[in-house]
């Protein structure tokens, strides 16, 4: 009657097991460390870096406990926050003499300490949020009318082309302000111009007015088409932000839209804030420009002449000049994806494009126009400009797939395009709050936090113990398993633990030690109405099932609406809050159950078992130790 199948036994020790396993890096704690990695593009991190860093900490007499490489950066790890700021000093003396072109980023950072055999086993504790590990805050206000003055220019250039094509002449398109002004010679070409932008351009409204000989025609974005733009100019600096600092390894960071123009940044475990400003500022973005072949623009480049008026000088990696047009003939924006690749040809890296619909049209109009010229792709990164590779245009290129080559190898070339799919910003924007929490805060919380849940669990247990006795006992061990597979399951998702997913936990305790005494009181009603202690645990359990189910299903309805309309704080209390209640199904019923079977179950002449005192139906109190069938 009372007896579990091996099995379920089994069942039971494997969850045991596998909630152990990842429960355990939890423990080991983090790490103060140095991180070094690449503060631009062309400069790599490689064992080289490494050998530098050893000898700096090595001669400032300092020893790291580990100095590791991950591949993008090296980082450097210690005993004490005190030895990595002197390690931080000495790293950047060394690899970082000029402070104003910086080729390394130096930082602060923590590493976990779990040991290398839990890491391959794929077991790595819970993300810490920003009030539990410390980390720095960020309160970003996007620039709404630079976004409407860029849209406004790239219109601009759309309508100068449209116009191309559909053969209307003009005495000019220029952008003033937030208008653009297109001049005409005489009313038939300007209805045609009308009637192009009534069809390409529907977000325009243009007002038409004689200027003197000519005529002028003024459009301007639609006020709601200025909103949605804004919206989207929002929308896309979260999405680049969120591809900068994912690809950047920083773990878990918050970026959420707050109001109408505003973007919260929240990156825990950093804790150096100019480091969190480097990540938010390293974007990068491309430019395609023709290469100035003029006879003043030759001898620029030989560095026997000025720059040209309307043209500028840039780099190439190799550090030889190019000089270029200012104008503009695509950007970062027309670009769809960026995928590094092999020449079939002469086997070097590359870095492969592909362009949208009207990035495609413009490319081709531009290669076929533009045949045995130079088109130089130049990288942005961090307001500099740098020159990929100044190609030779041998033919018009179709299909909107472009190869980008030159002196760069795998490493680079994956960077690049890295980079590239990070996109650019939609519109600049400008730190207006900045705030960090120190890691000793963080662990105060944490320390916090956990004693409020240790306690609450202990308290529990005492009195279940007092008020059961091994049946209380049981419903203790049941909701210890309740707590070691919450702990699991949330390091198993990588989920990031915060103060208010703390206090799920300890709500959690409550619930699921409710389902225990739902289940008790059902063995102690059996008992009362006079069954024998084997059939009362079974009719117990069975009975108190159902109520069990039902309490947990509200309740999870009410925690999936929290996760589902929920943010920030109330979406981490909410996922803590519905894994604890399945983990409680499990603990409370099947564990528990499969305890008092192994206790129990195999008495076949079982007289009583111990459930504390029993009121029979007499309203006489007695202990199960004296109460038989």
Known sequence: MNRYPVWKYAVILIVLLVSVLFTLPNFFGEAPSVQVSSAKSSIKVDSTTQLKIEEALKTAGLTPDGVTFDGKSIKALFKDTDTQLKAKD????????DATAPNYVVALNLVRRSPAWLNAL????????????????????VDMAA????????????????????????????????????RFRDQETLAAAKRVLADQFPE????????????????????????????????QNIVTLHNRIN????????IQQQGLDRIVVQLPGVQDTAKAKDILGRTA???????????????????SGSVPFGSERFLERSGRPVIVKKQVILTGENLTDAQAGIDSQTQGATVNLSLDAKGSRIFADITRENINKRMAIILFEKGKGEVVTAPVIRSEINGGRVQISGSMNTSEANDTALLLRAGSLAAPMEIIEESSIGPSLGKDNIDKGFNSVTWGFLVIVAFMCVYYMMFGVFSSLALGVNLLMLVAVLSMLQATLTLPG??????????????????????????RNGASPQAAIATGFDRAWATILDSNITTLIAGVALLAFGSGPVRGFAVVHCIGILTSMFSAVFFSRGLVNLWYGRQKKLKAVSIGTVWTADGEAKTQSTLTK
């Open 285 to 303: 973005t491309l430019e395609l420009r023709m290469v100035d072949e003029t006879a003043e623009g030759q001898a620029a480049e030989a560095n």
């Open 147 to 182: 976004a409407l003055t860029k849209k406004t220019e790239s219109l601009t250039g759309d309508i100068r082309s449209a116009l191309r094509e559909k053969n209307a002449r003009h005495g000019g398109v220029s952008r003033n302000g937030s208008n653009i002004e297109i």
């Open 204 to 235: 325009l409204t243009a007002i038409d007015a004689p200027e003197g000989t000519e005529y002028k025609l003024k459009a301007s974005i639609k006020p709601e088409a200025a909103l949605k733009i804004q919206d989207q100019a929002l929308k």
């Open 247 to 254: 690809e950047l390894g920083v773990a878990e960071p918050v």
């Open 502 to 527: 703390i206090a799920a936990m300890a709500l959690a305790l409550g619930m699921a030690i409710d389902s225990n005494v739902l289940i008790n009181e059902r063995v102690r009603e059996e008992l």
């Open 122 to 141: 794929g077991a790595a504790p819970m993300y810490l949020g920003l009030d539990l590990r410390g980390g720095v805050h960020f309160m970003l206000q």
């Open 90 to 97: 000495a790293i950047q003396k060394s690899l970082v003499p």
